[in-house]
Structures are given as structure tokens and as C-alpha cells.
């Protein structure tokens, strides 16, 4: 791979890895290792560049799997710093209850994510928090593009229903 190639596709979805890592690992320090590793690794395999059509779902692909690797190697526990992660500065703050109940009820979203099994984890995370495409999705994870559609309706639809659960019988 030429050092042009690497600067012009792969450094600019450097921050994406990151949060995406992040959002796995949920500890600033492991995900910016598992970016470094990932950027590494995309650059030791210069043969690689020639087959691929799309650069970023490879390397999102590389970042998710060593992220996994990482879990599985150590027992990896999600800190709670990851709760913090979500939590963004209100602009309007109207009330101190209205910030608690908010924060609660994200808490709540975040723990009930965190329950699912990895596979939907990871689809909720890379479509509706990182914006990807369905597409996009597929290329990372492997999958048919079918295949995401229905993973990420059964995720959404058992959010859905834990939340009503934990709503009506606080369960």
C-alpha cells in the first residue's frame, strides 16, 4: 500500500474506528490500542488493497474484530465509563429532575443494549447511533444485506420490549 492511499482512505475514518471501538470496549484507553492496531494491521497487508471495494468496511471489520478478540482474550468487562459515553451537556436544562429522569431513562436504553447479544449490539450500534447504511452494515459485519434488516428489527423489537417491560413491572 502506498503511504498516499493509506493517508487519503484509511486516516480519515481513523475517529469512526475509534468510536466504533469505544462503543465496544467502552474504555478510552483499550479503543484507542485497538484503532492503533487496526490502522497497523491495514497497513501490513498491502496486497489486500487490490481486492477490496470498500476500504472503510474493511477496516471497520479489522477494528471490530480485534475489539472482539479483546473481550473474548480477557473477559473483557465494559467499564462505566460507558455510561458517561452517551451523556452529552444538555443545552437547556430545565429542571434538575427533568436532567435525572433523562439520564435515567438513558440508562435504562444503554443497559437494555448492553443485554442483547453481541451480533444485534453491534448492528444498533453501527446503524442508529453511527449512521451507517444497511449496506455499509453488511460489508463490515459479513452478512447479507437481508440478513442486517432482519437482525436490526429483531434488536429494535427487543428494546422495545424490555423498555415496556421495565416501564410496566419494573422488570
Known sequence: M???LFLTQVIPVRQKLYRFAFRLLGNEEDAQDITQDALMKVW???EKMKELQNMEA???RIT????LDKIKSKKYRMADELDRAGEMPALQQ???HAVAEQNDVMQKVRRVIGSLPEKYQ????LRDIDGYAYQEIADILELDMNEVKV???R??????EKLQNLQVYGV
Do not use: D, F, G, Y
Not at 64 to 67: E, H, I, S
Not at 122 to 125: N, V
Open 58 to 60: 474493511w477496516c471497520m
Open 2 to 4: 502506498s503511504l498516499e
Open 64 to 67: 471490530r474484530n480485534l475489539a
Open 94 to 96: 430545565h429542571s434538575p
Open 122 to 125: 453491534t448492528i444498533i450500534q
Open 155 to 160: 434488536a429494535r423489537k427487543m428494546v422495545r
Open 151 to 153: 437482525n436490526l428489527h
Open 44 to 46: 501490513s497487508m498491502p
